[in-house]
């Protein structure tokens, strides 16, 4: 009897898919529905980055001091709880999901996540959470650094104006700030991102961008889907090749 071929050493389903792009992009969204879509964990790291420059805040530490903030981090732990909808977050055990989403822990989370040493514990964290793959993980890096070898990534982007007013439509019907000023504070986080010396926000070279400035987000969602049915359907098809090799493989160009 002649040995097996050697099984995969990963089911080809437990995908990881990396979305990255600025902030009003459509990441949750398309995030979401790929997770409810495809079963996947949903991991919205940009939460992580939140919740820590809560602490910050409350601390009162300049949040332009690295030192501090890592000396802050050191004696932190940060929990995100994924299901296949929105994250529970939680900062030294106490759930903070309902508090980091002001305006003032949104600022912050820009300024704090532009430190290595406050990068490089997240990204150890995220690493660890997406472990076990099963997951879409979206937020600026993970392409990049977080997941190099993800299965699918993705870049969204879209105009500042209209990621500003998608922002400002979130703000229900009493906004707290007028449409310009949203999209001010977008483009200062921006500018923020994309520019910082440590990971800055980029497309990873082997991302697929999709620009929604022109498109609805179920069309995005739709793009999205698409190319994870394709992604899957390919692996699965390698996989069941290594396994019985009279199996056509999914795509070999002559
Ligand atoms: O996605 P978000 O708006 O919740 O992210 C909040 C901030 O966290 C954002 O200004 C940049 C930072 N962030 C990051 O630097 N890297 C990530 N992977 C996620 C978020």
């Not at 923020?192 to 179920?218: F, I, Q, Y």
């Not at 394709?230 to 098809?237: E, F, H, K, P, T």
Request: aromatic share 4%; hydrophobic share 40%; with cysteine.
């Amino acid at each position: 009897m002649t040995d097996a071929p050697p099984r995969p050493t990963r089911s080809p389903r437990k995908i990881i898919v990396a979305i990255d792009g600025p902030a009003g992009a459509g990441k949750s969204t398309v995030a979401r529905s790929l997770a409810w879509r495809f079963g996947l964990l949903n991991l919205e790291t940009g939460a992580m980055y939140r919740a820590f420059a809560l602490k910050a805040l409350r601390a009162n530490l300049p949040l332009d001091d690295s030192n501090a903030l890592a000396g802050l981090a050191s004696h932190t732990t940060i929990g995100l709880e994924a299901g296949e909808g929105d994250n529970r977050v939680l900062l030294d055990g106490d759930d903070v999901t309902g508090l980091i989403r002001e305006p003032a822990v949104t600022e912050a989370a820009s300024k704090v996540s532009v430190f290595p040493e406050i990068r490089a514990w997240m990204v150890r964290m995220q690493q660890q959470l997406g472990a076990d793959g099963g997951v879409v993980m979206e937020g600026r890096d993970i392409g990049t650094v977080v997941f190099p070898n993800a299965d699918v990534k993705i870049f969204l982007d879209a105009a500042a104006e209209v990621r500003g007013m998608r922002r400002f439509d979130q703000l229900g019907p009493r906004p707290c700030q007028q449409p310009e000023e949203v999209i001010r504070d977008l483009r200062a986080r921006d500018e923020r991102d994309r520019n910082r010396a440590d990971s800055p926000l980029r497309p990873a070279a082997d991302a697929v961008l999709l620009d929604s400035t022109h498109l609805t987000l179920e069309e995005v969602v739709r793009a999205a889907e698409d190319m994870i049915t394709a992604r899957i359907s390919s692996s699965d098809r390698d996989a069941l090749q290594q396994i019985d090799p009279s199996i056509a493989p999914s795509t070999r160009e002559a």
